[in-house]
Antibody, heavy 119, light 107 residues
Framework: QLQLQESGPGLVMPSETLSLNCTVS??????????WGWIRQPPGKGLEWIGT???????FYNPSLTSRITISLDTSRNQLSLRLSSVAAADTALYYC???????????WGQGTLVTVSS | DIQMTQSPSSVSASVGDRVTITCRAS??????LAWYQHKPGTAPELLIN???SLESRVPSRFSGSGSGTDFTLTITNLQPEDSATYFC?????????FGGGTKVQIK
């Protein structure tokens, strides 16, 4: 059974870069049927799609974040990564790693990892 | 961005009841709509894709309908394990956007 596990620092200083990894187990990240992405949920707020990537190179980013984000795949490690630069308190959120169907519905989610931006 | 508006924000119902949750899109999304169930401390789960297509492991008491801008998630014969937050998501247009969620509580 395929599983997703997010990892990364729980605390990031303002203006720095948030880096998260997602390890995919039980299946290959190179499966051509799937896309992979990140979603976040700030405390007490709704879900926000961050971006999506396919192992063949297609990327789709939320326009509100595109200038600050990089999402990439490491097929050798079977990992998905997120880099979000110049973070501020508004970037404090629970970050989810997700698998996406070709329809772009999210058919598998990680448990999420809480990232707090604070000095 | 396409705004997704869910109602009600919360509902309390008894075991065996029928619960209906609506999701309205600010623009036509055709049938590109998904529904999810989220229980505290767990990962969200995809229930329904393309407005009405039930995921394989999801009980048949869950159903989805609608197209265009108005969609409905219906839970018939509500069970205790259905206590959760349900949210919709449009998969039609980038950026992908979500409804605010509906909390279903069991009386």
């Amino acid at each position: 059974q395929l599983q997703l596990q997010e990892s990364g620092p729980g605390l990031v200083m303002p203006s720095e870069t948030l880096s998260l990894n997602c390890t995919v187990s039980g299946g290959s990240i190179s499966n051509s049927s799937n896309y992979w992405g990140w979603i976040r949920q700030p405390p007490g707020k709704g879900l926000e799609w961050i971006g999506t990537v396919h192992y063949r190179g297609s990327t789709f980013y939320n326009p509100s974040l595109t200038s600050r984000i990089t999402i990439s795949l490491d097929t050798s490690r079977n990992q998905l990564s997120l880099r979000l630069s110049s973070v501020a308190a508004a970037d404090t959120a629970l970050y989810y790693c997700v698998r996406q169907e070709p329809t772009f519905a999210f058919d598998l989610w990680g448990q999420g990892t809480l990232v707090t931006v604070s000095s | 961005d396409i705004q997704m508006t869910q109602s009600p924000s919360s509902v309390s119902a008894s075991v065996g009841d029928r619960v209906t949750i609506t999701c309205r899109a600010s623009r036509n999304v055709n049938a590109w709509l998904a529904w999810y169930q989220h229980k505290p401390g767990t990962a969200p789960e995809l229930l329904i894709n393309r407005a009405s297509s039930l995921e394989s492991r999801v009980p048949s008491r869950f159903s989805g309908s609608g197209s265009g801008t108005d969609f409905t998630l219906t839970i018939t014969n509500l069970q205790p394990e259905d206590s959760a937050t349900y949210f919709c998501q449009q998969t039609d247009t980038i950026p992908l956007t979500f409804g605010g969620g509906t909390k279903v509580q069991i009386k």
